[in-house]
Every structure is written in structure tokens, then in C-alpha cells.
């Protein structure tokens, strides 16, 4: 009877969608394997409050000065602590940032198995995790073989706990700091002016390439990614050419994202491009060129000049009731 | 400064897989392998901390690889600038998972006192995105990871660090693993002359009897590779009106796919 421990990562005072995805997945599990699902909270507590109903049987916190700002090392020492008091079986981190920084090095202290990015969760004696390689061009599922792993999961994998969950009763625990002083930690995060949706976190992406033909032409990606409340995305060809910064370009050597809705406009459908976005739920293609290999990894598609569809569509969608 | 960067070989992003079912093997045999695309930011990262630094700095590329991975080493570190290499040859670690990965870089390093650790963000293989943090923790040291400018001062570092919707800024002392992403730097090609040459400089390759090791046992095994689950053809909107094909676009996406 696995017991499925889940962090909780929190911005400004509320849980992030992934660690309520990931309660809810790990209840399901263990709905039918027996066993108990245990949300953990480091520093302020209040997005905590409703884990019960995303599906948790238990709360942990642990507060203090020390989780005011993030560093890895901290993090690590209290999940540690947190394990090697209660021995869950199973440790879900959300693969986001601040995740992806600390749950390695959590694994390594724990000398835990360690699966990152995983989108598939299921238990058979032992735990089977599923997850995309090689940027979702091939699929691994993967056994554990170790008391305790630490897994990442990918944000959008799971949907919310529908089954009504009861409070959760909250009970501290000691995260093991007396005097700790980290090598490293965050002095300053810098966010963008505009309040723009992250791409691995967005329900909607709208994605440009080359076939925009230049820099100023980006707006109109910009322009319907707005009207459908998504986030705007892009081809490394574009990324490259200066048009827009990295921290749009899906793919391999980019972003890789699985939003329910994928449209890419004027993108040619690279191997490397389809690597970072093939795992999206619905996938729409606009082109001219009605041989290009998007198509091939698309539910829709367009064969026109995206200069007079893009527009027509952001009015067609805005016309929707 | 004595600076370590980690590399290692990796298929070409060009890469197809082809699997006709689900099985426990996937066939790597017919690969082209080149470096980590990421770890081409870690290697020009430390040239270019050397150029500043001069003399006063060595740069040693690791990787744990078989015979095919010393032309990598050669051509796309030793060539751009790296004064040495170590390769640990090990058969029983071919597609090791991270940690075993990591204990056994761990213990390379522990052989040199380094300042600084770089290596790629991700590997494009496993993208598992787990070795840097894991070295940090086995070396107790400073991490910065997904880090796209990087400043070194007397005995500390400041390293800008990608996150969601912005940038984390992380400050500590060295030594420091630094995890390298696109953004940092354009890496540099080797020349001709540069990748003749670099068959001079010194070249080490252990086991992991050599370092003392054990070679560590895996924690997860991988029991299944499939194919990305299929997909219907595509639908293809007439588009002869441009307004008529995104209204009826519109309409599929909200009324069959129920995406919007
Ligand atoms: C190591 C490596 C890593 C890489 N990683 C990535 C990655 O992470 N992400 C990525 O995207 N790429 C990556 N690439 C690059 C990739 O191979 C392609 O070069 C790139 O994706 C092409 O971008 P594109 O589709 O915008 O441009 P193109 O391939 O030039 O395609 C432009 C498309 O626009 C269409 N078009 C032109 N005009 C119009 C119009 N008026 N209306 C409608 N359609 C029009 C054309 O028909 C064409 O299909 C990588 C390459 C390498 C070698």
C-alpha cells in the first residue's frame, strides 16, 4: 500500500496547478491501490488549505525564516527530513523551475531513483512511471527499483480531482535546519513587465515561424494568442533571427509543451520543432504550403497565407459566444 | 580558476526513432552522435572565462563514454579550447541512468579541486535534466541551474537562471555546478588547424576501478519504450475563402474538439 507524498509548490500564496494535478493523479492511484496521499508544504501554508479537496488525505508544513526565499539546498535538506521521517513510497515534484532545480539534488541525498518529467503514474507492487524521450519522439516507461523515488511531473498531464475530497488534516514536521546556511539562494527574480502566460504552463499555445517574414509580423501571433488567452510561442528559426527571445521557442532545444490546443502559424514542422509540441491534445496547422510536414502532425490544418487567415480567425473566434 | 566541464554524447536532434511496438529495446545502433547541443554552451562558457582569465585558468572536459565519444571530446572540446580531457570508459555504463552518471563524475572531480562545474541543462537523449543538481549535492556545493549569463567574482558567482515567466538571480560561493542554457553565449567552431592540434593535449580515460569505485547500481530500469501514441490525419479546412475556413476552424475546435 504505496503512500504518495506530493509537494506543494506555491506562488504568492497559492498552490501552483501542477501540485493539485499531481494530488489528484496520486489519489486516484491509490484509491485503488490502498494507501494515502500526503501533501507537503514548505514556508507559508495558506495555499495549502485546500488540498483536501484536490484529493490529499494529510498535510504536512514545515515553516520558518529559512523558506522565505528558495535556494536547492534548502529545499533538499527539508524534503529529506520530511522523507526520512514518514517514508512515502513515491515523491511528486511538478517539473517546473524551481522543481527541476531541487529534485535532483533531493534524489542524490536520498539516494532515491529519480524520473523527471513524468505523465504517466501506476503501481503494480512497485511503481511504473511513464515518460517522453528524446523529446517525446519515443515513450519510456520506467520501474522503480528503490524504496523511495522522487518523481517530476509534467504540468497539464493530469487532470483535477473530481471525486470530492474531505479536509485534510494539517500536522507540522521538523525540517532538520538548526543553523543551516545554504552555499547559494535566490537574491532577485525578474519578471517581464507584461504579464505574459508561461508556455509550459498554458491550456493554449499559438506558436510563429518563419513564415511570418519578419520581426514586426510576430504581433499577429501576439494579437490571437491574446484574443484565445494563450501563449505565444515560436519556431527556433524566429528565435535565431532575433524576433522574439528564447524563452519562446518550443522544441528540442526549446520549450516542450503539451497544452490542450496547439496552432502553429507559418512553421514548417521540423523534426525539432514537432519534438517540443507533438504531445499537445489538439494540434492545428496553418500553411500555405500544403505538403508541409506539419500537417502530418496535425488535427487541423489550413493550406492558405497565414496573412489572411490569422486575422479571420482572431475575429472568428472572437464571434464565437 | 580551475574549471570542469561535463559533456556528454548524444544523438543527433535530426534523430528518428523507429519502433515498431512497444518492446524493452530500442535500437540506438544507427545514431549519428555529436555533443549535447546544451553542452556546447558549457564548453564555450568556460573558453570564454579562460580568455578573460588567462593563463591563470585550465578547463578539463569530462565524460563518461565508450570509444566514440573520444572524437567528440577532440573536436567539440579539446579543438574549441579545453586544455585536457578525462573519459571514463566503462561498458556497464552505457545509458546509465543520472545518478549513476553523476556518482561517477562526482568522483572524477573530487580528483581535482574545481572551481567550477559546467555542463548543459538537459542531455537531448533522456532529458532527464538531472545530473547538474545531482553533482551539486555529492560535491556539496552551490547550483545554479537552466542559467543564461553567468559572472564570476573573487571566490563567488552570479548566475541569471531561467524561470517561468522571468529570471531568477542566484548568488553563492564557489565552487559552484552551473547548468548551461541557450542565451548564454554562441558557441564557437572548432578550425581545422585547432582540431589538428588538439590530438596533443593531454587525454586520460579511467575505469571505475581507477577512481576507486564500485560501479553504482541503477534505481530505476526502463521496461517498456513505445511509439508517441498515434495520430488521425489531419482535417484539412477548404480554405478557397480564408474567413469561411477560420470560422469553420473555430467552430470544430470549440464544437468537436472542444479545445476553446
Ligand atoms: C540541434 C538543433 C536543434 C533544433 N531545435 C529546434 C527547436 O527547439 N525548435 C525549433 O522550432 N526548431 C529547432 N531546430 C531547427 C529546425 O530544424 C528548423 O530549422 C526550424 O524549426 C524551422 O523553423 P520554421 O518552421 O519557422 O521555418 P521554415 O522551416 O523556414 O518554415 C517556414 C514555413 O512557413 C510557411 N510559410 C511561408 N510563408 C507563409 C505564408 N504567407 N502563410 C503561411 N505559411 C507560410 C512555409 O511554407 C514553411 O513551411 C533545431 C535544429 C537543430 C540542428
Redesign the pocket.
Known sequence: MPNIAVYIEQSGGTAKKVAWQMTAEARRLVDRTGGEVWAVVLGDAAGAAEAGRHGAHRVFTASGDAFARYDAETWTRALAAFVAARRPDLLLVGATATGKDFAPRLAARLDAACVSDCVGLDFDGGFRLRRPIFAGKCYAEVAVEAPVAVAGVRPNAFPLFAGGGADAPAESFDPGLGGFAPHAAVVETLTSAEKKIELTEAEVIVSG???L?EAANYQLIETLAAAMGAAAGA????VDAGWVPHSH??????KTVSPKLYVA?????????LA?MSSSKCIVA????PN?P?FKAADYGIA????EVVPALRDAIAALD | MKIAVCVKQVPD??TRITLAAPGPELDRSGFTRVLN?YDAFAVEEAVRIKERLGADCEITAVTIGSDRAVETLKKDCLAVGCDRAIRVNEPALENAEPLQTAKVLAAVLRRGAYDLILTGKQAIDDDSAQVGPMLAELLDCSQATVVTKLELGEGVFTATCEIEGGAAVVRGSLPAVVTCQKGLNEPRLPSLPNIMKAGMKPQETLTCADLGLEIPAARTRVTTYSPPPPRAACRMVAADDPAAAARELARLLRDEAKVI
Do not use: M, Y
Open positions: 515561424g518563419r513564415g517574414k519556431s527556433r528559426a524566429i521557442q518550443v522544441g528540442q532545444t526549446g502559424v507559418g512553421i514548417s514542422g521540423a523534426i525539432q520543432h517540443g496553418i500553411n500555405k504550403d508541409a506539419i492558405a497565407d497565414l496573412f | 536532434s535530426e547541443p
